[in-house]
């Protein structure tokens, strides 16, 4: 008896270790990741170039691709990539739906909707704040998610994972064709800006967007990493989760709300971008395993790593002008779902 | 005067959809005691416990715990109190028997808490009584369905409540993995003093366990009392729709239905022995 | 109390075969009328005498003739055949799935097409409309079984929820390859067209090629109708009523692949006719799918003829994408479908 307790001791210490190894690890990736992207890129910059210029030694040239362009775009892919693994966490968490993910959900597609309102109504986006940009978003996903979330509720119920993905479908379908005939009486600028975002670009990265995105990210990150607990319990189902004390309604549909403005706070900066809050959940839960206090940061960890990758490979695959992200992320991303799908238990 | 029941309901109203389950239930339990409650299927054994569980909110009618007016603690406060498991609960993937059973000391926890020294050696008394200390770094995917029930029982008394209630516990176990399960519920009860409330699917294991029966048709209570009393002809009769042969089963000394027939007078049933009746 | 001799479900069956017919034959008459009309409507009034005469006593010196017979008539036409081709492969897959949510769109197969087409606009601008058809036919086979390969990979086969997630992820997967492609190599404002959907560039040429695929596909189903009923009972079931279902479920994909692929190549990338349609029809004549496929047919492509209606007038002189106007309509009704479970099959 004594032997066993001993070897659960050590295991337990051993998954510990294991734990902070796969933390330093993705760090790890993260940085190179970092240094890989400030290297490629249109302009060919050998690395000691690239090192000097980031310690002030550039000319002025270097320092507008390496501060002005890229920087600010490996950035903002890092801190999206993040944040849309989080939101797809959390809801594959709130709806015990392995297979959420916040794009196929639609609300990427709400989000795009509404601004493509405001750019119809309110003229080109030279006018268009990045900073309101966010609000928008946030506003077009806040009611998408609100219709799916009535549609798939079924009083005693609640939320069934089948009805779930069906209405997130159906509506993100609707809401494409809605967008589709109102991008058509765009005037041609305005379609330049609204494509470019319906592919998921981050092209016209600057410094703008990651101040408007920043805060954002600021607030809701640590309130979701608060909610670690909360969320483990969720996982165990609504009834088990009411007898430990949780009041499952309403935390559900404060980490549903935190959900929903992380993706379309990421969505308004970098354009429509799906599969990310798919795939990084479940590489992390391969990884640690489900315990969300664990589990949401690597999961954050592995958007990062996935979005800046994408991007990286986007930016060097079709010269000088470069794939939109988001396509990158959906060839990327789709067959790994694909994957996922066919060995899952559903 | 000291209150001698756990969970009292007056009057109690159910209803599922507009449609009325439960209607006007008055039903003590005792404390300190093992109550099994039983009835036939869909008439609201599970609405009733599910609604003193305060996951299903009733509409007319009060629930009393401990004497207080339920409604009056928060969440917390209950799940402090009162343990509840739900029929069939499933554990995420991955999930090892130790960290399940850590999820117990929710209620006593807030924000960012880590487990404190206190907890884990609370959680080490559950995994000790449930008999599960070697299992605490196995994988609960990999544990027999009884296994599996004890470590959500072992949660449950992470939870530090009096009164633990369980949604047919034993449903879909095998005939080996109900005894031990029932059997670890007696202990509880007996040694460390928890109430214990059960919808029991099987009227004998109900019978053996109990000291106090409930049974309950279409949202009424038909009888309440020692296992004795309800273990008749009659109220069986009544419940169950069903002529009911009961012995006294001679290992336990508790009554015991052997065998019992659909209420039918006077049709020839070709399959009974010549002379019986 | 009932006073004749028949029992209930012969009444039933025999109102309903009447419902059927009434469907198929007023359909069809409302049809022609509704052709009719829609040639009238447009960019440029054109009064129905002009159109008769068009159509009889053709000069070709007369634009309103040339409008009518070069421009309209052509897409009316694609209209109906594709709104009926679209229909008609839905109800066939609703059927042999026994999934209520199956539909073109939603398994991949548009999609599909639509990356084909994109793979023929960048690397063989040339081909003929022959070709090209065939490219779509080749892509809808393409999606269609990289869904339901995927769907059916683990035990329990293809559930809907399977279908349906397969079915997205793939359909994003090829679009986001077919937008890529198209971006690549530069061919994005010619794919514009396809991608949005819309009969708006008909021409004689496509309907001459894509006419005897339709037709015959539609043709085949609905001689295929008896055994997409048994189908629609399980495969179990099909089997022990004598079917030979790997010979029936071969000949059924092979026309849900024509119709659709057609139909893709001439009209891009449209979902939820194949969705909605079908319910409708089940809803009316009930669940024998010699009932279901010619209902569907019609009420297919009269949905469709209005939708390109819709498309031409209203945003004039602009069209409005007619995959977008179904979508307005569909998705609502489908939402519907799905709160209520309401999925008859």
């Known amino acids: 008896m004594m032997n066993q307790l001993q070897k659960n001791e050590t295991y337990k210490r051993k998954i510990a270790l294991r734990n902070t190894a796969i933390v330093v690890g993705c760090a790890v990736l993260l940085v190179l990741s970092f240094i890989i992207s400030m290297n490629t890129g249109y302009t060919k910059l050998p690395p000691s170039d690239t090192l000097r210029t980031l310690f002030g030694g550039g000319t002025a040239r270097e320092n507008l691709i390496l501060f002005d362009f890229r920087l600010p775009r490996i950035v903002v892919s890092i801190l999206v990539g993040a944040g849309l693994a989080l939101s797809g966490c959390i809801i594959q968490g709130i709806t015990k739906n392995a297979l959420a993910d916040p794009g196929l959900l639609g609300i990427n597609a709400g989000a795009g909707l509404m601004i493509i309102l405001y750019v119809l109504f309110f003229g080109a986006h030279s006018f268009l704040s990045v900073f309101t940009l966010p609000f928008l978003a946030l506003f077009g996903a806040g009611i998408t998610a609100g219709i799916i979330y009535a549609l798939a509720f079924k009083k005693g119920e609640g939320i069934a994972p089948l009805r779930l993905i069906l209405t997130g479908v159906a509506v993100q379908a609707g809401l494409s064709s809605l967008t589709t005939v109102l991008v058509v009486k765009l005037a041609d600028t305005q379609f330049d800006f609204v494509a470019t975002w319906q592919a998921g670009s981050i092209w016209a990265s600057n410094w703008k967007f990651v101040l408007a995105l920043l805060p954002w990210l600021l607030l809701l990150i640590p309130y979701v990493l608060s909610k670690s607990r909360v969320l483990d319990v969720l996982n165990l189902g609504d009834d088990v989760a009411h007898s430990l004390g949780a009041t499952v309604e309403r935390e559900r549909r404060g980490l549903l709300a935190a959900s929903v403005a992380l993706a379309a706070s990421c969505v308004a900066v970098s354009g429509s971008i799906s ?72 | 005067m000291m209150n001698l029941n756990s969970i009292a309901t007056e009057n109690l109203a159910v209803a599922y959809e507009d449609n009325l389950v439960v209607n006007g239930l008055n039903m003590q339990i005792p404390q300190g005691k093992i109550t099994a409650i039983i009835g036939p299927n869909g008439c609201g054994k599970s609405t009733v416990l599910k609604t003193v569980g305060r996951i299903l909110k009733p509409k007319n009618g009060m629930v009393y715990l401990n004497g207080d007016d339920i409604r009056r603690f928060t969440t917390k406060e209950v799940a402090q109190k009162m343990a509840i498991l739900p029929q069939s609960p499933q554990a995420p993937a991955g999930l090892t028997v130790g960290e399940l059973v850590a999820y117990g000391r929710f209620p006593y926890q807030r924000g960012l808490d880590k487990l404190k020294p206190e907890d884990n050696k609370i959680i080490a008394w559950a995994l000790e009584v449930t008999k599960l200390t070697e299992l605490e770094t196995t994988a609960v ?137 | 109390m009932n006073q004749t001799n028949e029992p209930q479900s012969q009444i039933r069956k025999k109102s309903r075969a009447w419902t059927a017919w009434f469907i198929i034959v007023a359909g069809s008459g409302l049809l022609a009328l509704l052709m009719a009309f829609s040639i009238t409507k447009g960019a440029a009034e054109i009064p129905l005498f002009s159109v008769w005469d068009a159509l009889f ?184 009523l004598g079917l030979n279902t790997t010979v029936g479920n071969v000949l059924c994909f092979l026309i849900v692949l024509i119709l659709a692929g057609a139909s893709v190549s001439v009209v891009g990338v449209v979902g939820f006719v194949g969705l909605i349609i079908p319910h409708l029809a089940r809803y009316f004549v009930g669940v024998d799918y010699r009932w279901v496929i010619p209902s569907s047919a019609v009420l297919g492509a009269l949905l469709m003829v209005l939708a390109d209606l819709g498309a031409r007038t209203l945003n004039p002189p602009f069209e409005t994408p007619i995959g977008a106007l179904i979508g307005l309509v569909g998705v609502p009704f489908f939402l519907y479908l799905v709160h209520k479970q309401r999925m008859a099959l």
């Not at chain 1, 079709?318 to 991303?333: C, D, L, N």
């Not at chain 2, 049974?215 to 009393?229: M, N, Y």
């Not at chain 3, 634009?63 to 421009?71: A, F, G, R």
């Not at chain 3, 599909?112 to 090209?132: E, K, N, T």
Request: glycine share 10%; charged share 15%.
């Open chain 2, 141 to 277: 995917d990999n544990l027999s369905g009884g296994q599996r029930q004890r470590v959500w029982i072992a949660m449950a008394l992470a939870q530090q409540t009096d009164l633990i209630l369980l949604d047919e516990p034993t449903t879909y176990l095998d005939l080996s993995y109900q005894l031990e399960v029932l059997e670890l519920l007696y202990r509880l009860n007996r040694e460390q003093g928890c109430t214990i409330v059960m919808v029991l699917h099987d009227l004998n294991l109900a019978a053996r366990f109990a000291d106090y029966m409930v049974a309950i048709r279409c949202g009424d209570i038909i009888c309440h009392g020692a296992p004795e009393e309800i273990m008749t002809t009659k109220v069986l009769r009544e419940t169950f729709r069903i002529d009911a042969k009961i012995i006294t089963e001679p290992r336990t000394g508790r009554p015991t239905c052997i065998s019992y027939d659909l209420i039918k007078e006077n049709e020839p049933r070709p399959y009974m022995k010549e002379g019986a009746k």
């Open chain 3, 57 to 240: 006593h053709f000069d070709e010196k007369n634009t309103q003739h040339l409008i009518v017979v070069d421009l309209r008539l052509p897409r009316v036409i694609a209209s109906a055949l594709v709104g009926a081709a679209f229909a008609v492969a839905g109800a066939i897959m609703q059927g042999t799935t026994r999934n209520p949510m199956a539909d073109s769109g939603l398994m991949g197969l548009n999609a599909g097409a639509g990356f084909a087409l994109s793979i023929c606009f960048a690397f063989f601008p040339d081909l003929v409309y022959m070709q090209i058809i065939l490219f779509s036919f080749l892509g809808a086979a393409f999606g269609a079984a990289l869904v339901g390969g995927i769907a059916s990979l683990r035990r329990g086969g293809a559930t809907p929820m399977r279908l349906v997630l397969a079915g997205a992820a793939v359909s994003a997967l090829l679009a986001a390859l077919s937008q890529g492609v198209a971006l690549y190599f530069g061919v994005a404002q010619d794919m514009m067209f396809w991608t949005a959907g819309g009969v708006a560039g008909s021409n004689w040429e496509q309907i001459r090629i894509m006419v005897p695929w339709i037709l015959g596909a539609l043709l085949g189903a609905i001689v295929l109708a008896r055994s997409v009923s048994l189908l629609s009972l399980g495969e179990d079931v099909a089997k022990g």
């Open chain 1, 275 to 346: 599969f990310v809050g798919l795939i990084a959940p479940h590489l992390a839960r391969q990884l640690v395993g489900p315990r969300h206090r664990i589990l949401l940061p690597i999961c954050a960890l592995t958007g990062a790593v996935l979005v800046s990758a994408a991007d990286t490979i986007a930016r060097v695959v079709a010269q000088p002008a470069g794939i939109p992200t988001g396509i990158m992320v959906a060839i990327i991303g789709a067959p790994y779902f694909l994957y996922l799908l066919a060995k899952s238990r559903y």
